[in-house]
């Protein structure tokens, strides 16, 4: 199996070819349909395997380029078809991935390497034969561009297929390390920026790849390279394994919506430096090149197109089916953060060295505030007349437990803290193998200072920003105020929602003076309705005043008590 590490090494160096390799598929691949069809009555890990040893033989095999990529084009459908029943292990996993899941995750990453690796070699070997007539002049008046050749060529025509179905690989490869919540390493950028810079240079990073009459962007090396740096700015921290794969099938109509130029124009404050191993970034203060300098050979991009649609989105507009507008409102939601939180970035001081208990998660807080009780013992349920309602809505608890994190900074109603522990470290009751509820954007949390003396200890926020720093997770949240008591809610009014008891957070203003306020798990309530809490046998009616926080998982309201 090829790991990064491995991954890494051979990228750079030239695969030695072996004349006496022999193909179970055929010396030019006239065997490969009948080969595939062996795979079908074979479970996942076993076609991974068949499809190993093929690709392993591939790479060494001294055939033609056009004849190994006939047939890397024959085999593409059969890996993705694998890739796919493999992704059903992982994909749909909201928390840490078991030894059986990350074994998964290592088939598929070989896969795509090996068949980056086949690609890198053929498009090599291309541009070899391209250029094998000497000729030292590649470079001509501008010092980097080189000269064109016409698209006639095969060999070209040869290395632009090769290249742009290797940057249509490495979007899967970031795919898959994002699916683990983990950053794109920098041998991807670095062969990302090396690849594209040379389709500049031979004149084919806009050939379009497809004979359909639809001319968008992104059917070409130019179009996938931009997917991959949009995708360098999105937050994966704050999406769920399986909005990842929707994500990534909205990309290429983003790139529609962006464009990119060498010319270096005031107004663009969004580059690439192409050769390096970073993705695109900001000016800033910070950015790790000069990208004026002449130095450097920097692409810029116009993002303000798809900032303005984003915008739109964000507002509800165009957006007619339900379902879709929370996925994407959300998702441009948080685009937009990330692409204010990067064009805004400094260096964060990182000196605090406050210990607090962390706890993640509604059902996690409510267990911790309650005592352990169930929400039938919060409400006292067995004292509760028969003649009153006295069903109780199921919760859906994950016991995660308390963390120890480090808080850097703190005010009255914003924190950032990272994770005491490495990120799949021991619970601080020294149990190992925890299944870590990742801090999402719009997650809930509680925090706790480990030295408080307050009688209401405990804070609860939502996550603004959760990203990886160093081998950490650090995260931004926005402080709601002191959890007050736990109690159950139920409608006062008879109509179709029901009457059930539901888990209820009541959380003091988060200024002197100010309302109190409920967190519920997001259900049937709305602004209006009428609500009687109770906590024990203590009863209060409410109203539903105002909606302050609507996320996934909770919903916060001004309340306003109209008795006890």
Known sequence: MITLNEFERLIVINIDQQLEQRLVIGDEGEFLQEWILTLSGMNKHEKYQRLRDLLNN???????????????????????????MLHHDYVYEHRVLS??????????????????????????????HLHQDGDDGFYNQTGWLKKVVSMGSDAKKLITASIYHMMGLYLKIILEFALNYEHTPRIVWQQLNFWYLRAVQEDIAYHKMTKSTNTSAKNSINGRYEQACIASFINFFAYRRQDMLMMFKILPDWVNLIQSTFEARPELRLFVNLSGNYPPEFITPYATVNPYSEEYQCLFFDA?????QLKKIQSGKYISNYAQAIFERRLATLALLSFDRYAKQDKIDRIGQQPNLLLTGFGAIFHE?????????????????????????????????????????????????????????????????????????F????????????????????????????????????LLGRILLTAGVRLLSHDDRGQDYVHALLIEGD????QSTLIIPRCHFKVGDLLLMRTGVKEIELRLERNLLSTDEVEQYQIVRLNG
């Open 369 to 441: 505030i309650s005592g352990g009780k169930t929400l039938a013992e919060v409400i006292d349920l067995s004292n509760i007349q028969d003649t009153q309602p006295k069903q109780i809505r199921r919760l859906l608890h994950q016991d995660f437990p308390k963390e120890q994190v480090i808080v850097s900074s703190k005010s009255d109603i914003l924190a950032r803290f990272y994770y005491a522990n490495p990120p799949f470290g021991k619970a601080i009751d020294g149990s190992s193998n925890i299944q870590r509820n990742f801090l999402q954007v």
């Open 58 to 84: 591939l790479l060494v095999a001294d055939i033609g380029e056009n004849v190994l990529f006939r047939i890397m084009s024959g085999l593409t459908s059969c890996v993705d078809q694998t890739v796919s």
């Open 304 to 308: 303000s197109a798809l900032v303005s």
């Open 99 to 128: 030894s059986e899941q990350q074994k998964s995750v290592f088939e598929v990453r070989d896969l795509y390497f090996l068949m980056i690796l086949i690609y890198k070699n053929i498009a090599t070997r291309a541009y070899i």
């Open 511 to 514: 200024e002197p003076g100010h």
């Open 443 to 478: 997650g809930i949390f509680a925090l706790k200072s480990e030295n408080s003396t307050h009688k209401n200890p405990w804070r609860l926020g939502v996550v603004q920003w959760a990203d990886k720093y160093l081998d950490n997770v650090e995260v931004d949240g926005r």
